[in-house]
């Protein structure tokens, strides 16, 4: 960054990409501070690193650093954070340099050679699989992810070697954040519409991931998803599409993950790879992750030994608990086309057991948008529990609930619960898959559900 500062303040400290920059902030030895709305592990996990937070949006819970030190702090903040936050309002107006979280990330990762993630769905999966790519690697690297790798515990990861210095981020598409980074190397996972809120409708969301592919100046260093529609030159990887440059053949999806050839224009690159994640679409993330890091040299037993022993992302088809009865996965979806490889990646696996899902929406625009999509990919499950929306920024839409979901659901077993009354219901149920999902803060029922599940 052009300033290095003193102290360092965190406006929505407990974002995912928010405490991946905090963490950074903190190794460096500087003095980092933030508020949140509510604690959480996350926020309570950076308490114990070292970091103060608090909970109250007044200026009295300022600490006197930042107070007596305008000049030697910098405050960050998450457009999530309402315009009429307090905190918000007294930085904006006093002596205090004050930056949105994306041109901070993009300070930081221009002194780097920057590989970002970029797209709709799978960019969290793919840019923790290319984060162990590279620490398997022993290359130089800091990665800002949007979830906890399994595999580094975190959502920031430092490695420290001789040579180059690389930084992986997680390209973000919401308020158009990603467009604040200038990428070496890129993958676009996905383009569907989302985000219609701040995008107003389907083409503006296309229109902004064709300037985030304008930004990578080497188009062969430019990946994308076969059939994500992006205009500009790029290279192309896709599962089973042949016509891709990068493809897989001789694929073999077993309970816990997949194995297959990467071929590139009908020659083998990699015989035999595994990928412990199950599902197509994982078998495609790790097909990107591949490829990005073969194109920065990175030795091929590297990428190899690291999806071998890939263990995935929190929130991300994660096994909370599992007995000879009954199996409880928790996964973090909350778009129509998350939900869909979700279920399909259940079917696969358990084709011949009956599944129930627990769905909490995010955000009252995204059901107002795609009620009509969630009913149809909902409709796949045996059982599903609808929960009230999480809000998150947004305040209540005059008609927007979950009952728009469940009205317009063919599925027989359905229900609408309030929070408190899932795990007493669940308790009631006889199942055999159990699957709770949502981005919202359904999170804070995984342990509850599984002590009930115990008991």
């Known amino acids: 960054m052009n300033k290095s500062f003193t102290y360092y303040y965190f406006i929505g400290i407990g974002g995912i990409g928010m405490s991946a920059l905090a963490r950074f902030f903190h190794a460096m030895g500087k003095k980092v501070f933030g508020y949140d709305k509510t604690s959480s592990p996350l926020t309570e996990t950076l308490a114990q690193e070292g970091m103060e937070i608090c909970y109250i949006d007044t200026l009295d819970s300022l600490p006197r650093q930042i107070v007596d030190n305008p000049e030697e702090s910098l405050v960050i903040y998450t457009p999530a954070i309402p315009r009429d936050s307090v905190l918000l309002q007294f930085f904006g107006s006093e002596n205090y340099a004050l930056m949105k979280r994306s041109e901070v990330l ?10 970002s993630v970029a797209g709709t769905h799978g960019k969290t999966t793919t840019s923790c699989m290319l984060a162990a790519i590279f620490k398997a690697s022993g290359l130089k690297f800091t990665a800002f992810l949007g979830g906890i790798s399994a595999d580094l515990d975190s959502n920031y990861y430092h490695q420290t070697a001789e040579g180059v210095h690389y930084s992986i981020s997680e390209a973000d598409e919401y308020d158009r954040s990603f467009l604040k980074l200038n990428p070496s190397s890129a993958i676009i996972t996905s383009t569907d519409a989302d985000h219609l809120d701040i995008y107003g409708s389907k083409e503006e969301v296309q229109d902004s991931f064709e300037l985030f592919a304008s930004k990578v100046i080497d188009k062969d260093l430019l990946l994308v998803a076969k059939g994500a529609n992006i205009n500009a030159h790029h290279i192309s990887y896709s599962v089973d599409d042949v016509t891709a440059d990068y493809y897989a053949e001789n694929v073999i999806y077993r309970g816990s993950g997949s194995s297959f050839d990467l071929m590139e224009n ?55 608990y599992e007995d000879d009865k009954l199996v409880y996965i928790d996964d973090y979806a909350h778009h129509p086309s998350e939900l869909n490889v979700l279920i399909d990646s259940l079917k696969l696996m358990y084709p011949d057991r009956k599944i129930t899902g627990v769905f909490q929406p995010h955000l009252y625009s995204r059901t107002k948008d795609f009620y009509l999509e ?14 009230p929306i999480y809000p998150a920024r947004e305040s209540p839409v005059k008609g927007v609930s979950s009952s728009l979901i469940l009205n317009e659901m063919q599925l027989a077993q359905k229900v ?31 342990e509850p559900i599984k002590e009930a599940l115990n008991g």
């Open 266 to 320: 009908g020659m083998v690159v990699f015989h035999n790879l595994t990928v412990k994640l199950p599902g197509k679409h994982n078998l495609e993330n790790a097909i990107a992750a591949s490829v990005l890091a073969l194109k920065q040299q990175v030795d091929p037993e590297s990428i190899r030994t690291a999806l071998a022993n890939f263990k995935g992302i929190k929130r991300r088809f994660e096994y909370i």
């Open 416 to 446: 609408l619960l309030e929070k408190n009354d899932l795990i007493p219901y669940l308790s009631s149920q006889e199942m055999e898959i159990l699957v709770t999902i949502g981005a919202g803060d359904i999170d804070r029922l995984i």
């Open 106 to 115: 993009g300070m930081v990762t221009d002194e780097t050679i920057n590989l």
């Open 374 to 387: 969630f009913a149809r990919a909902l409709d796949r499950l045996d059982h599903c529990i609808l929960l």
